[in-house]
């Protein structure tokens, strides 16, 4: 079956860097596409940022310039790289797969990893 793994969340100070990884196994990773969204308490889940193929990336407004999405289809990995990183971006942040196509409303989910960011 389908499984992503994230990795490399944890605490940090405002204006400091984090990668995250997700490593995805049981699909053909690169013919989907690959997201990262996050969910702060209280919130509803949003999209932070997506990369179809190799170059296809999109961003929320929030974070343009700030966060970087990547992959590397070797790995089965994406990447998500945060720069300047605020109190507001303290979330659980999930790694999605969509099927070739579809929305992420149809995306298979990891199990999220908890980035906090203290002022």
């Known amino acids: 079956q389908v499984q992503l793994v994230e990795s490399g969340g944890g605490l940090v100070q405002a204006g400091d860097s984090l990668g995250l990884s997700c490593v995805g196994s049981?699909?053909?990773?690169?013919?989907?596409?690959m997201g990262w969204f996050r969910q702060a308490p209280g919130k509803e889940r949003e999209f932070v940022a997506g990369?179809?193929?190799?170059?296809?990336?999109t961003y929320a407004d929030s974070v343009k310039g700030r966060f970087t999405i990547s992959r590397d289809n070797a790995k089965n990995t994406v990447y998500l790289r945060m720069n300047s990183l605020k109190p507001e971006d303290t979330a659980v942040y999930y790694c999605?797969?969509?099927?070739?196509?579809?929305?992420?409303?149809?995306?298979?989910w990891g199990q999220g990893t908890q980035v906090t960011v203290s002022s």
């Open positions: 049981g699909l053909p990773f690169s013919t989907y596409a």
């Open positions: 999605a797969a969509a099927p070739p196509g579809s929305a992420w409303e149809h995306a298979y």
């Open positions: 990369i179809r193929w190799i170059s296809d990336r």
